[in-house]
């Protein structure tokens, strides 16, 4: 399993990345299978270094804030128009009611072409599906909208992705022993931070602790932020390894 950080800037893309987009890849039936998680603001673009666009499998989204789909947009264009013909449907695991508001989000009269080209599944609390070598099982998190974090697993590893999320017992169960665990800090201690809107690197910390994952990869922290304070948060309840990521790091398993 390979996975690559397209994009890790919180809330907004930033001058250093996109906003939230992930890449993982695994071996199936003789070729690599790319699997899509989140297409944030500004995710589009830096997503072309890292695969051809034909080559994605499926789409998996956390939920519908304008920085984890905002670029499904550029890709449907690609895959509706691209001049040497229309991409075969692509599956797109995500909220309830996420066709309705990507048409909403490109353009009603595209309705017909999006529907054609991405075949739109809902999240299941709890629920897995099958995606190539991966089970994906979703869960519910704590967040303004409907919003899921995901465990990914193949025959042999197992990442975790929390999603946007405020503190939930949601994610001890989803974490336990996964080999790598990217989580949101987009707060820090020090703040006055809303309720049930998203972690800071202590709590990321507690819950790689408590599910004694292999590594922590802290993510969505936004530009206004110092991502300093978020590893010294991470620090006070996590003593394993981690990583504050950055656009364009990879790790592979």
């Not at 550029?74 to 909220?95: K, L, M, N, T, W």
């Not at 519910?140 to 590893?157: E, K, S």
């Not at 300093?228 to 990583?243: L, M, N």
Request: glycine share 10%; net charge negative.
């Amino acid at each position: 399993m390979k996975l690559t950080v397209v994009g890790c800037a919180g809330s907004f893309a930033g001058p250093d990345s996109s906003a939230s987009c992930y890449l993982v890849e695994a071996p199936f039936e003789g070729r690599t299978y790319r699997l899509l998680i989140d297409l944030g603001s500004g995710a589009f673009g830096p997503l072309q270094r890292h695969s051809t666009i034909r080559d994605i499998d499926a789409i998996a989204l956390s939920h519908l804030h304008a920085d984890h789909c905002f670029d499904m947009s550029g890709f449907y264009v690609v895959s509706r128009y691209h001049p040497e013909g229309a991409f075969d449907q692509i599956p797109v695991h995500a909220p309830e009611g996420a066709g309705d508001f990507l048409v909403a989000a490109y353009g009603e009269e595209e309705r017909a072409g999006m529907v054609q080209q991405f075949a739109f599944a809902p999240w299941q609390d709890g629920g897995t599906v099958q995606l190539g070598p991966f089970t994906v099982t979703s869960v519910l998190v704590n967040h303004p909208v409907p919003a899921y974090a995901m465990r990914i697993a193949t025959d042999t590893h197992v990442l975790a992705y929390s999603g946007d999320t405020g503190p939930t017992d949601a994610l001890d169960d989803l974490v336990d022993g996964v080999d790598l665990f990217l989580c949101e800090a987009s707060f820090v201690e020090s703040g006055d931070n809303p309720p049930n809107l998203h972690l800071t690197g202590a709590e990321a910390g507690h819950y790689a602790t408590v599910g004694a994952v292999g590594r922590l990869l802290v993510t969505h922290i936004p530009t206004w932020t110092d991502r300093d304070e978020v590893a010294s948060d991470v620090r006070t309840t996590w003593d394993g390894p981690f990583d504050i990521v950055t656009a364009g790091a990879t790790y592979e398993l």
